[in-house]
């Protein structure tokens, strides 16, 4: 029997599932709009204190929440060497 793979938003996922817009949701996590948007886009990451207000803020935990969005995870390409 295959392992179902867990379920995980990204934290755009997590604010339009709330309908919030990015001015409500970072009002709510205590940091500016630029600092969610960067968070949101993978450009930088929260602290782990954050995280903790990220979990509460949008009642999910940690391991439903996928901060690289699939658009920033590249496949790997194995380069050998002729």
């Known amino acids: 029997m295959a392992e179902k793979t867990p379920v995980t938003y990204t934290l755009l996922q997590l604010r339009t599932g709330?309908?919030?817009t990015q001015k409500e949701a970072a009002k709510?996590?205590?940091v500016s709009?630029?600092?969610l948007s960067k968070w949101?886009?993978?450009v930088r990451f929260p602290t782990m204190d954050q995280v903790w207000v990220i979990e509460?803020?949008?009642?999910?935990?940690l391991s439903g929440i996928n901060f690289l969005p699939e658009n920033t995870v590249k496949p790997?390409?194995?380069k050998q060497a002729s």
């Open 76 to 78: 790997y390409k194995n």
């Open 18 to 20: 709330k309908r919030w």
């Open 40 to 42: 949101e886009n993978a």
């Open 33 to 35: 709009e630029s600092t």
């Open 56 to 61: 509460d803020t949008y009642e999910v935990p």
């Open 28 to 30: 709510k996590l205590g």
